[in-house]
């Protein structure tokens, strides 16, 4: 049990102290939690983030900047057709619509979003540039289109031959039976066969980088929940649900179902919680355990997961049920990938 006056108490130490007793640090964390001080690091929902890690490590191991770095790694499996749950290639609505969602922050507050956007490879780089190019936070639906084309995006056809077969294997039953993490169900372990198409959900990378001038930024992008209602938007495009950073304090992301994230502004939330004090993943088990002691019998049936970076480089997740992780690359290690702590 987190024992939060102990832990403001152990932070109240000098660093010379913390310096020099490093078990005492390690009753605080466990060491493969603790990053290097000024060092670079990148983080990212799932074991896709593996990848997606990979190209954010180029922009940060040259001193580049941590926006740049989620952005660039994020669009690895956003544009990765076999990746059924972001972007190019994302199972489509029950219209039979590919709608995206993302949202992007940096050291500075700043942010950008899209949501329901059709049509374009990249939605992380769209938020961006709503970010950057006008006085606004969120564009959706045909607006974000329209955003992305007289800027310079692509338009191009998301539904991949794979993702229109299953689509239309799940019209002949329609139904909706969200399963919890799904990016390890889609293949079934003993063949290449698919599993039934009523059977597929969602999964979304969330991605937090620290650069070497000690700054943070996220990005989060997703392809929503498989054959969803037209116009369902998530967590992900939404600040403060499925995405916040603070560079005084750290930054988190969620994955799984969005809805209990939104009623919960829960990376807000886990930041907030850090502020006062939390390690990172004492303070995504305590939004996980929000939404448990709100829902406890829903909670039994769905997915949620927090991954959360803080200033110093410390990172963590905790999720409701087993089977969510997260990748980390930094100097040391690129491609550790951890199984995040769970509720059940």
Same mark, same amino acid.
């Given at each position: 049990?987190?024992?939060?006056?102990?832990?403001?108490?152990?932070?109240?130490?000098?660093?010379?102290?913390?310096?020099?007793?490093?078990?005492?640090?390690?009753?605080?964390?466990?060491?493969?939690?603790?990053?290097?001080?000024?060092?670079?690091?990148?983080?990212?929902?799932?074991?896709?983030?593996?990848?997606?890690?990979?190209?954010?490590?180029?922009?940060?191991?040259?001193?580049?900047?941590?926006?740049?770095?989620?952005?660039?790694?994020?669009?690895?499996?956003?544009?990765?057709?076999?990746?059924?749950?972001?972007?190019?290639?994302?199972?489509?609505?029950?219209?039979?619509?590919?709608?995206?969602?993302?949202?992007?922050?940096?050291?500075?507050?700043?942010?950008?979003?899209?949501?329901?956007?059709?049509?374009?490879?990249?939605?992380?780089?769209?938020?961006?540039?709503?970010?950057?190019?006008?006085?606004?936070?969120?564009?959706?639906?045909?607006?974000?289109?329209?955003?992305?084309?007289?800027?310079?995006?692509?338009?191009?056809?998301?539904?991949?031959?794979?993702?229109?077969?299953?689509?239309?294997?799940?019209?002949?039953?329609?139904?909706? +039976?969200?399963? !919890?993490? &799904?990016?390890? #169900?889609?293949?079934? %372990? *003993?063949?290449?066969?698919?599993?039934?198409?009523?059977?597929?959900?969602?999964?979304?990378?969330?991605?937090?980088?620290?650069?070497?001038?000690?700054?943070?930024?996220?990005?989060?992008?997703?392809?929503?929940?498989?054959?969803?209602?037209?116009?369902?938007?998530?967590?992900?495009?939404?600040?403060?649900?499925?995405?916040?950073?603070?560079?005084?304090?750290?930054?988190?992301t969620s994955t799984g179902v969005g809805e209990e994230v939104?009623?919960?502004?829960?990376?807000?939330?886990?930041?907030?919680?850090?502020?006062q004090g939390y390690p990172p993943e004492e303070a995504c088990? +305590?939004?996980? !355990?929000? &939404?448990?002691? #709100?829902?406890?019998? %829903? *909670?039994?049936?769905?997915?949620?997961?927090?991954?959360?970076?803080?200033?110093?480089?410390?990172?963590?997740?905790?999720?409701?049920?087993?089977?969510?992780?997260?990748?980390?690359?930094?100097?040391?290690?690129?491609?550790?990938?951890?199984?995040?702590?769970?509720?059940?």
């Open positions: 049990m987190f024992d939060r006056r102990k832990f403001i108490k152990c932070s109240a130490l000098s660093a010379s102290l913390l310096a020099i007793d490093k078990s005492g640090m390690a009753n605080i964390l466990p060491p493969s939690a603790v990053a290097a001080a000024g060092k670079p690091i990148v983080i990212s929902t799932w074991d896709f983030g593996i990848a997606a890690n990979h190209a954010a490590w180029d922009v940060l191991s040259t001193g580049g900047r941590a926006l740049d770095a989620v952005e660039k790694g994020v669009q690895v499996p956003e544009a990765d057709p076999k990746n059924q749950s972001v972007g190019y290639g994302g199972l489509p609505d029950r219209d039979g619509k590919v709608t995206l969602d993302a949202c992007i922050m940096d050291e500075l507050g700043n942010c950008g979003s899209v949501a329901a956007l059709e049509h374009i490879m990249h939605p992380i780089s769209v938020a961006r540039q709503v970010m950057e190019k006008t006085p606004h936070v969120m564009l959706a639906g045909d607006g974000a289109l329209q955003f992305a084309l007289e800027n310079g995006f692509k338009k191009i056809n998301l539904l991949t031959p794979e993702s229109e077969k299953a689509w239309k294997e799940w019209l002949k039953t329609a139904k909706y +039976e969200p399963i !919890m993490n &799904i990016e390890n #169900k889609l293949y079934d %372990k *003993a063949s290449p066969t698919r599993l039934p198409g009523n059977q597929y959900n969602h999964d979304t990378i969330g991605m937090l980088a620290l650069d070497a001038n000690g700054n943070l930024s996220g990005a989060c992008t997703t392809s929503g929940m498989a054959f969803k209602l037209h116009g369902r938007v998530g967590d992900s495009p939404i600040i403060g649900a499925g995405l916040y950073v603070d560079n005084e304090v750290g930054g988190a939104i009623r919960n502004v829960g990376s807000f939330l886990v930041v907030e919680l850090m502020r088990k +305590e939004a996980v !355990m929000r &939404i448990i002691k #709100k829902k406890p019998a %829903k *909670a039994k049936e769905i997915q949620v997961g927090f991954l959360a970076l803080n200033k110093k480089g410390q990172y963590g997740a905790y999720a409701i049920q087993k089977g969510f992780s997260f990748a980390v690359c930094n100097a040391e290690n690129k491609d550790l990938l951890i199984p995040g702590k769970s509720y059940y």
